[in-house]
């Protein structure tokens, strides 16, 4: 698998953010990564930076938002948009480096809360 840093990515999740006011999010701690040769069908995922290695590394939380080139490069520009909202609800509001899940007591992430901040932007 290949991995490459992604500017046209990092450049939407910071319009993203900004436009939606997710002041919670510290943009210059999100990385952003266009993979290739993934055998995964998603289209894209957000990866955390647990606490253990923030400590381990003495390192603030971080997380990295990929994107499969095989499949979200071939989405409309809209679509692409409502997958990187997708990801970023995936960041919880205290910015630890945890993850939010899709299912259970904190989840915040489906296709109508994806759906309604798209229309915000």
């Not at 500017?7 to 319009?15: F, L, M, S």
């Not at 948009?81 to 904190?106: A, Q």
């Not at 759906?115 to 915000?120: A, I, Q, W």
Request: hydrophobic share 35%; charged share 30%; proline share 4%.
């Amino acid at each position: 698998m290949e991995w490459k840093n992604a500017e046209d990515i990092k450049k939407d999740i910071n319009e993203i953010v900004n436009k939606l006011n997710l002041d919670y999010i510290d943009c210059k701690r999100v990385i952003c990564f266009r993979s290739q040769g993934s055998s995964s069908r998603a289209r894209a995922r957000i990866w955390n930076f647990p606490r253990v290695w923030q400590q381990a590394l003495k390192l603030p939380p971080h997380y990295i938002i990929e994107v499969l080139s095989q499949y979200f490069d071939k989405l409309s520009r809209d679509d692409q948009r409502r997958v990187l909202i997708h990801e970023i609800l995936h960041i919880p509001r205290n910015f630890s480096g945890s993850l939010v899940p899709h299912r259970g007591r904190y989840a915040r992430i489906d296709e109508r809360r994806v759906e309604s901040l798209f229309k915000m932007l």
